[in-house]
């Protein structure tokens, strides 16, 4: 399994259309075969805070995604920190 998480930031006044302009790619990565789950989000506390969560099956599928996610032009966050982690198993809680 395959977790990438992490966050961005842009100017408060442009995150939330920074976050809706990725809702198509959320919507097809969703229903692609080998995503566990996708989502980009505004963060609730810092306004100028998105917060980015992917789970992928296998290195495969997301190579196999990457190949035609396709995200959106937009302009550049001014700080990105998002990293990619591989995972063993998981447990439900």
Known sequence: MIIIAGHGLVKAERRDDHVAAFRDLVSRARDFDGCLH????ADSVDPERFNLIEVWRDGDV????????????????????????????????
């Not at 959106?72 to 198993?89: C, G, I, N, S």
């Open 62 to 93: 997301l190579g196999a995604w990457r190949k035609t996610a396709r995200a959106p032009r937009r302009t550049k966050p001014t700080f990105m920190d998002v990293r990619q982690y591989e995972a063993a198993d998981g447990v439900r809680l």
């Open 38 to 41: 996708f989502a980009m989000t």
